[in-house]
């Protein structure tokens, strides 16, 4: 009951004015951009997981390879997976604890954000529990889960250090997204492809001039 009543004080996905400043405290979060798409797409539902691929009949099957889990999609990827509790275990035990179930990403922000932790490192190791995921279903070598939490702080550092390294040429982490002229709307789209199935996923995100999501695909 404690934990219900703690709820309903999270920002509503339903309410305008909590759904904007909850966005606005995304894009101003110190992270690298491509961190901060990631969460967004995790909160908007449009991550390639196993559920949305079968949605879109990309793949057949929603079980979630890690685990043999019947559905995989964000809250547990990233965050209920007992293939990921040990990171969380140990840096986020007494939200665990507290919030015995939550019921996706867009709460569970809002509840580390309420409970006062650090939210760079929190989505900085959700991105990194996502990366060893999709590492993981291409048979790439992956760091244990246990080492997360140390990884995402020292990542974490040499980016507000301005040391981000630079991937084909590019510098990650210093572009910025950019809303659309007023009464325009912005796509913005990532796609994945799974050798295994031979498949390819799209996301596709539509935001008006306030950044605001209208729709995710
Ligand atoms: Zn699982």
Redesign the pocket.
């Known amino acids: 009951m404690l934990c219900e009543k703690e709820m309903s004080s999270l920002p509503s996905s339903s309410d305008s004015d909590g759904v904007r400043s909850f966005w606005k405290f995304i894009w101003y979060l110190k992270v690298p951009n491509k961190v901060k798409v990631f969460i967004w797409r995790a909160c908007s539902r449009a991550l390639p997981t196993k559920e949305n691929l079968k949605k879109r009949k990309v793949v057949d099957s929603s079980v979630?390879d890690?685990?043999?889990?019947l559905q995989?999609d964000e809250i547990?990827?990233i965050w209920?997976?007992?293939?990921v509790c040990v990171e969380w275990e140990s840096s986020c035990a007494d939200v665990r604890n507290k919030y015995l179930t939550v019921k996706n990403m867009w709460d569970l922000v809002s509840i580390m954000k309420a409970e006062g932790k650090n939210m760079e490192v929190f989505v900085m190791s959700a991105w990194l529990i996502w990366m060893r995921r999709n590492k993981l279903r291409s048979n790439e070598a992956t760091q244990p889960c246990s080492r997360i939490a140390q990884l995402a702080s020292s990542m974490l550092a040499e980016f507000q250090q301005g040391k981000q390294r630079r991937v084909a040429g590019v510098q990650v982490g210093l572009v910025r997204w950019q809303p659309p002229a007023e009464n325009s709307i912005k796509a913005n789209f990532d796609g994945v492809v799974f050798g295994e199935e031979q498949e390819a996923g799209i996301g596709v995100v539509l935001r008006d001039c306030e950044g605001q999501v209208l729709a995710a695909l």
């Open positions: 979630f890690q685990c043999g889990c995989e547990h990827a209920d997976c007992v293939q």
